[in-house]
Each structure stands twice: as C-alpha cells, then as structure tokens.
C-alpha cells in the first residue's frame, strides 16, 4: 500500500498558477501509474492527469490539456501537477492516487486503488 499526502492548494485569481505535490510512502512506486483527480461541490470525483512511471507517459483530461502539466521527481518520490491559467470552474478538491495497474494511465478511477486526503484550489477574485 502507497501513502499519498497532498499539499499545494489555496486560494488563486483566475488566470493564476499553482503547482500541487503529492509525496509517496511505505512503497516504491517505480512501477505504478498516478495520477491527479477533482471534485467539485455536487459534481462527481473526474479525471485530471495521470503518468506512467516507467516510461513517463503522460494522459490529461480535455480540460486541462495545455494549461496543467503532470510531472515527478523520483529521488523525492514525489508527484507534482502545474497548474497555469487557473479558471473559476477549476475549483475542486484535488486528489493524487496511485494504481498498480498500467492502464490507470487511461484515467479510470476504479483503477486506483491509494487516495491521498485530498487539497483545496479555489479559482476565485
């Protein structure tokens, strides 16, 4: 089992940046495929971005293709997500996961199986 701590959030103005990290423990992770997930107030839990390990691929939802920027560091074992040109409807709780399984890279939920806690990023002026 992966421990996964999240920390970055806060409060940004709408065409901001912030830069989420999610720091790995209790397992090595070289292997696994993570990834970053939101919530937003009555929405449901939605894909963001995920990367392969091994290989460093890199799958981001729709949304946020071209503004948010999925990356690591293995010596820190530590997860990051960029976020530039911050919108309103970015506001969510962000969760970092880790999955055992490859295809998580394809952003199904059920294929992670450790949740960070969770951070707040609030888009708002």
């Known amino acids: 089992q992966v421990q996964l701590v999240e920390s970055g959030g806060g409060l940004v103005q709408p065409g901001g940046s912030l830069r989420l990290s999610c720091a790995a423990s209790?397992?090595?992770?070289?292997?696994?495929?993570m990834g970053w997930f939101r919530q937003a107030p009555g929405k449901e839990r939605e894909f963001v971005a995920a990367i392969r390990w091994d290989i460093g691929s890199r799958n981001y939802a729709q949304s946020v293709k071209g503004r948010f920027t999925i990356s690591r560091d293995d010596a820190k074992n530590t997860l990051y997500l960029q976020m530039n040109s911050l919108k309103p409807e970015d506001t969510a709780i962000y969760y970092c996961?880790?999955?055992?399984?490859?295809?998580?890279?394809?952003?199904?939920?059920?294929?992670?199986?450790?949740w960070g806690q969770g951070t707040q990023v609030t888009v708002s002026s």
């Open positions: 996961a880790a999955s055992g399984t490859i295809s998580a890279i394809w952003g199904s939920a059920t294929d992670f199986t450790s």
């Open positions: 209790g397992r090595t992770f070289s292997s696994y495929a």
